[in-house]
């Protein structure tokens, strides 16, 4: 597989006018707030289940707490709606998809950016029963048993094209898991995604472990020092696809 070198959003061509833009997950809301900077000509709308935004914003700028699960009533269509980090929390995909197509106006666009939890190491370094990777393994196998996917963006193009996207294009990025990488660029990405998850690890595996593998939270903990000190290990060359 070949990875780009940076992650790019999506930049409308010049002839469609860009007026209406939804974050969806927008989370703090950064993405939502820079763009509203770059393009004071839009109007962005950022939405998510937790308000958990800042109250000073651009003035093109709003949020709303919205399940993105439930049907869509927005009072007018979108010429660009941006997704990122929702794999885990769309159980059906292809209706989500065709949500976002039927909100869209002619000719606008849809950029999904997410991870892939099929963790992947190249030359071997990783050993099959090492605890991280056992704990991806794990973690995939949990959220398919509660019905939403960790896995769900690797169909996503096929889905976008079955519900009628054109000119869909896929590129897959590498997210290494700390800073074992010699290039500079993805040593400093490994480093931000190493202190993302070590200091998340427990929040993010709490719900998946005892609900979809039925672990206790004491056997969660215990567990989870192996997989820590896996992730430190620069001698480990595993990464996510992005």
């Avoid at 039927?102 to 939890?117: C, K, R």
Wanted: aromatic letters at 14%.
């Amino acid at each position: 597989m070949t990875f780009g070198d940076r992650l790019t959003t999506y930049e409308p061509e010049q002839s469609k006018d860009v007026h209406n833009v939804l974050d969806i997950g927008t989370g703090t809301g950064i993405w939502a707030i820079e763009y509203g900077d770059a393009h004071p000509e839009s109007i962005v709308l950022g939405v998510d289940v937790s308000p958990v935004q800042p109250a000073f914003v651009p003035p093109n700028v709003r949020f709303e707490v919205m399940d993105v699960g439930q049907p869509w009533l927005f009072a007018s269509q979108f010429d660009f709606i941006f997704s990122r980090f929702m794999t885990g929390a769309i159980a059906n995909w292809r209706q989500y998809l065709q949500e976002c197509f039927d909100n869209l106006t002619p000719g606008g666009a849809l950029e999904v950016q997410d991870i892939s939890f099929r963790l992947r190491c190249d030359d071997g370094s990783l050993p099959e029963d090492s605890a991280f990777r056992r704990w991806a393994e794990y973690m995939l196998e949990a959220s398919i048993n509660l019905g939403c996917p960790l896995d769900s963006v690797d169909s996503v193009r096929e889905l976008m094209i079955d519900t009628g996207f054109v000119d869909v294009e896929k590129r897959a990025f590498c997210w290494p898991m700390n800073q074992w990488p010699r290039d500079p660029r993805l040593k400093k990405i490994g480093v931000w995604t190493f202190h993302d998850f070590t200091a998340s690890l427990s929040g993010i595996s709490l719900a998946l472990f005892t609900r979809g593998l039925s672990w206790s939270p004491d056997e969660l903990e215990v567990f989870l020092v192996d997989v820590r000190r896996d992730m430190k290990n620069t001698a480990y060359h595993a990464y996510w696809p992005m």
